[in-house]
């Protein structure tokens, strides 16, 4: 019974994961990648880790923990400093019908680029 | 008990993944994009670590995918820094904070 939650949980891990990666490939500029990277895939990759948890010992199972909280904390914060440094090189929207919202508020923009020193 | 052709099924797949994103890290166009990329492809390898380590019936593989986790956490944080403001960390006694 528990092999089997674990090959379900595996499988549909696996498609996540792959949902994700076609996203990475597939998705045309960086704002929408980060979609793909930062849920499809940590998704993906929790719930492989929960099957490999399924009738392990302790050792992989206090493990899989940690490595998820671990993913779950830090995964949004990476996503959201790419997103940020993106925005502040002005990389373009190719999404068709995109807007930049904080680019036409006033004061909400991103700051000018400083020159490298 | 486990089926354990499932598991070896999810690693060969996951092997596949992977060249698909160290190729998505070649062609991508930016240096953001590239990024991404990267970090996605250490989510796969972490995924592909969990499923070795369960396969195995043995905890260490997994030793490598929280320290994984956690460099590469480090590490896209750092280039994205570089990135947006051409050097990873603040500076404060120049610019004060932001």
């Given at each position: ?5 674990a090959?379900?949980l ?38 492989l880790l929960a099957a490999a948890a399924i009738g392990g010992g302790a050792?992989i199972v206090s493990r899989v923990i940690?490595a998820v ?49 | ?49 969990g499923?070795?380590a369960a ?7 997994l ?36």
């Open positions: 019974m528990s092999g089997l939650v090959d379900v595996v499988v549909v891990g696996l498609a996540t994961m792959t949902l994700g990666v076609y996203g990475i490939v597939r998705f045309p500029d960086v704002y929408t990648q980060l979609h793909a990277s930062g849920k499809a895939a940590f998704l993906g990759v929790s719930l050792a940690l909280v671990l993913l779950a904390l830090t995964t949004p914060v990476a996503a959201h400093a790419i997103a940020q440094a993106a925005h502040h090189r002005r990389e373009p929207m190719r999404t068709p019908g995109a807007v930049d919202e904080s680019a036409t508020t006033p004061g909400a923009g991103a700051p000018p680029v400083k020159p490298p020193r | 008990m486990r089926n354990d052709l499932v598991f070896f099924a999810g690693i060969a797949w996951l092997a596949v993944l992977l060249a698909v994103t160290i190729a998505a890290i070649g062609r991508a166009r930016t240096s953001a994009e590239r990024l991404v990329a990267l970090d996605t492809a250490v989510l796969v390898l972490i995924g592909l670590l499923l070795v396969e195995s019936r043995r905890p260490y593989a030793d490598a995918a929280m320290v994984l986790a956690l460099l590469s956490f480090v590490a896209t944080l750092a280039a994205a820094r570089y990135l947006g403001d051409r050097r990873p960390f603040d500076q404060p006694d120049e610019d004060g904070p932001r």
